[in-house]
């Protein structure tokens, strides 16, 4: 796959079918993406769709990873809403293709969110991971830190309950850091 398959998307237009299918393929193999694996597909369709309208609507950022026409995985960058948190953004749907994972790509679409948000400003990352998967070790892995977790924040079914790992990445300053001093709070 050519590092040109890897880019921003500015204006997501005609990749809502793709997406969709991405993450529903994605959700049906065990992926921890929003939902359990054997949710509605209409929800997930739903969820993609609204999803690019807010990559449409400026209030996400949206990187793809393309071979060829195909689109094989997806990140997002969230940022923080509000003053005290515009430094920050947040990882979000984190995807490879069910046929395309553990062959280096989901790490190097990291990278590329990383470098994304450093271009876009941002200091600071965060994200979450479902427990009771490999994810917590692929995002150590990625030099991410573990800060903490929710125990028991994800319901995927009556009997199926999961802690949420978060973790963070510094990446630097960033000019939404650079706001004035204001000294102590009064
Ligand atoms: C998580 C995901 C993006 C990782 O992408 P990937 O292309 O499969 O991972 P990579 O090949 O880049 O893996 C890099 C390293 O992490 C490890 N790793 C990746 N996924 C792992 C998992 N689920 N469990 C354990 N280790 C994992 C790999 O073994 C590899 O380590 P190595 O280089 O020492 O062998 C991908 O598996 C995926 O899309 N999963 C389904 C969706 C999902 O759960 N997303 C996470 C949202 S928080």
Do not use: C, K
């Amino acid at each position: 796959m050519t590092v040109g398959g890897l880019a921003p998307v500015l204006d997501p237009t005609g990749l809502e079918a793709a997406f969709a299918d991405l993450w529903v393929g994605v959700t049906r193999a065990g992926g921890a993406v929003g939902f359990p694996p054997d949710a509605p597909e209409g929800e997930i369709r739903d969820l993609a769709g609204a999803t690019l309208a807010e990559v449409r609507a400026g209030r996400l950022h949206m990187l793809a990873l393309r071979d060829g026409a195909a689109l094989v995985g997806t990140a997002f960058l969230q940022p923080g809403a509000g003053p005290v948190v515009a430094h920050r953004a947040t990882v979000l749907r984190l995807m490879i293709h069910p046929d395309r994972q553990r062959q280096g790509l989901g790490g190097r679409l990291l990278a590329a969110a990383v470098g994304r948000a450093r271009e876009l400003g941002f200091g600071q990352l965060l994200l979450s991971a479902r427990g009771g998967t490999g994810l917590p070790g692929f995002y150590t892995g990625q030099g991410w830190t573990e800060v903490g977790r929710f125990p028991r924040a994800l319901r995927l079914g009556a009997d199926d309950v999961r802690d949420e790992h978060w973790f963070q990445l510094e990446i630097g300053p960033g000019p939404r850091n650079r706001r004035e001093s204001v000294g102590p709070a009064r």
